[in-house]
């Protein structure tokens, strides 16, 4: 597998950070991990008086400072999709495209001033601005009315900030081999030495993320950051078809993209023209607006749903569009471009100011990318794993509890990449949206891809998101939960690192410390279980937990991972072999390792021990 090299002048602009400050003594542990202490400032960790008195999220378990910053650029060619129109004008338009990046930051992110030179270090809002227009969005994809939710949202989560600064600079730096969940938040300001052959300063691979129903850029901003927090570049998009509450399409004020060039291709009011914005809210299926519920005898409103992937995948094809533009040194450009700064809707004031465009220039991998997604959005990564030939690089992809309805079974373009499927618990007893997770898993691996199927016991449809981690108590005596949200999280994230340590090169990987819980060598299940399988009415809301108040209530203290997760698909023996792998061990030391010994990880312990079913995997006959 071949990566996009880094351009040979980035790497000698970019020193390393234990080079930063001249004539000052290091000083390194035994692994050869370097201090920063001494020759950079210490990263202030993200947490103000804020996160005291609201609802806050927590802090990134890895190797990295955490930067965030976002983007919103017209694209190459407006247009619509479909002829599905509301009132005499379409409904799903393409004009721009907005994402937010969470990334690796440098040494001393949070400390002194920020990269603008500012007094102070500026971390985003989780609920998205105007918070005013994205609580509207809320109140009308709830149905409650707006004041209510307004208050909701003011008593609990308006003042709530992400754990990432803004506009950080990127890391320039190799970490030390322990992440902050064993080494502290002072591994942050650690670094450790670059591997043979590699230069002084890493390139990051890249995640594409794809949000759900009701979501946003921000509503993810957990995983994503993890993910940023362990070496990966995360695009977290916000898509405008009409899937999320609320998002403002800004229209620029001259140039390409000006309303003017629209003209004939877009449907705008005047209202809209005046204020310089479109307002996008969740669209209800005409005559079915609960076609997202699993007793919805209508089912899915097919048409609907295959024109917001279309428009999806335009948004993702022009996001990589603009990637390239910032890995050849073009961010300056975008930068211009950029619609989300001071003047602008739901913009902050600092824009993109302080971002050191150059440092961009090489700095991430173009092939090997990992597409993942969440409910609609994991629909929409397996639309886009169907046609790699659209999205060169994308290599792999990860689906989070995915809404498999929309999903055309059968399709004549298939997934021919490695697959991690990770669902909910709640969502596993939705009988018809298992099956589609199983064909969809068998899709890939009838094409010879390693595929991996498995729930995280206890979890709810929104554990995957930070719904669970702002709003534990709504979660637990309402939908049910048993899980504790942040277990929840690093469950998934480090069943994902694991995934991502096995199928990518070892080169791109090489950044990668997520902890090894041997969650993929857990045993494959004989059979589903049904122990909180809920009343049919609340199928895929909520669990049914009686006589579990104990365990809701207490917090993990650790324990064995087979206790946590049920597997139901896995690679057989001769799937291992094929892709060069082994198992190893026995018993609870049981695991997967690379024939030539060159992965990251040689031994992924078997927290369950015991043997592989014959064809790895189940069959959903326990439920219903």
């Not at 850029?217 to 362990?230: D, K, L, P, Q, V």
Request: aromatic share 8%.
């Amino acid at each position: 597998m071949s990566t996009q090299p880094a351009h040979r002048e980035s790497q000698h602009e970019v020193n390393s950070p234990t080079r930063q400050t001249g004539g000052t003594n290091k000083t390194s542990d035994v692994r050869g991990n370097v201090s920063a202490s001494d020759t950079h400032p210490q990263g202030r960790p993200p947490v103000n008086f804020r996160d005291k008195i609201y609802p806050s999220l927590p802090r990134y378990s890895g190797v990295y400072s955490v930067g965030v910053l976002d983007i919103e650029v017209p694209v190459s060619s407006p247009r619509t999709f479909s002829s599905i129109s509301r009132k005499g004008r379409h409904l799903l338009e393409l004009e721009t495209v907005l994402f937010s990046i969470y990334y690796p930051s440098a040494l001393g992110s949070g400390s002194g001033r920020d990269s603008a030179g500012r007094g102070r270090w500026n971390r985003g809002n989780w609920l998205s601005r105007p918070r005013k227009e994205t609580s509207e969005g809320y109140a009308r994809f709830a149905g409650i009315p707006r004041w209510l939710m307004m208050g909701w949202f003011l008593c609990t989560t308006w003042f709530t900030l992400i754990p990432a600064h803004r506009n950080a600079q990127l890391a320039r730096h190799w970490p030390p081999e322990k992440n902050a969940r064993h080494a502290g938040y002072e591994t942050k300001s650690q670094t450790g030495p670059p591997p043979e052959g590699e230069g002084e300063s890493p390139v990051f691979p890249l995640l594409i993320f794809s949000h759900g129903l009701g979501g946003t850029r921000t509503a993810y901003s957990s995983i994503c950051g993890e993910f940023a927090s362990y070496g990966f570049i995360v695009i977290a998009m916000e898509h405008r078809d009409g899937s999320g509450p609320r998002t403002l399409v800004n229209h620029t004020k001259d140039g390409r993209g000006n309303i003017r060039s629209h003209d004939g291709k877009l449907d705008h009011t005047e209202k809209e023209r005046k204020r310089g914005y479109d307002r996008v809210d969740y669209i209800f299926p005409k005559d079915n607006p609960m076609d997202t519920a699993p007793n919805n005898d209508k089912g899915v409103d097919e048409e609907l749903r295959r024109a917001q992937l279309e428009l999806r995948k335009a948004e993702i094809k022009e996001l990589k569009g603009i990637l390239e533009k910032i890995w050849r040194g073009e961010g300056d450009n975008i930068a211009k471009m950029n619609l989300r700064q001071k003047g602008f809707a739901g913009a902050s004031t600092r824009g993109l100011k302080g971002i050191d465009w150059p440092a961009w220039k090489g700095r991430f991998h173009l092939e090997q990318i990992t597409m993942l997604g969440h409910s609609f959005g994991a629909a929409t990564a397996v639309e886009v794993l169907r046609h790699r030939e659209d999205f060169p690089g994308i290599s792999q992809g990860i689906i989070y509890d995915i809404w498999g309805a929309p999903v055309r079974l059968k399709d004549e373009l298939q997934i021919e990449a490695p697959l991690l499927a990770i669902n909910s618990e709640a969502f596993m007893y939705w009988e018809k949206n298992f099956d589609v997770v199983s064909q969809i898993v068998d899709e890939a691996r009838s094409n010879g891809a390693l595929c991996w199927m498995m729930t995280v016991q206890g979890t709810i449809h929104i554990s995957q998101s930070d719904f669970h981690l702002l709003y534990p108590r709504t979660c637990r005596h309402l939908l049910r939960a048993t899980v504790h949200p942040k277990r929840a999280i690093t469950l998934n994230i480090n069943a994902s690192l694991e995934f991502l340590k096995l199928v990518m090169p070892e080169r791109i990987s090489k950044m990668n410390r997520g902890d090894d819980e041997g969650i993929l060598s857990v045993t494959v299940l004989d059979e589903l279980p049904t122990d909180r399988m809920p009343d049919q009415k609340w199928i895929a809301m909520s669990l049914k937990a009686p006589h579990d108040l104990v365990r809701r209530a207490r917090k993990y203290k650790g324990g064995a991972v087979d206790k946590e997760v049920w597997m139901h698909v896995a690679p057989t023996d001769s799937e291992l072999e094929s892709w060069g792998f082994e198992r190893v061990g026995e018993g609870d030391k049981k695991g997967l390792r690379k024939k030539d010994g060159q992965g990251r990880v040689d031994v992924l312990p078997n927290a369950a021990g015991g043997d592989e079913k014959s064809d790895g995997r189940v069959v959903n006959d326990a439920v219903g």
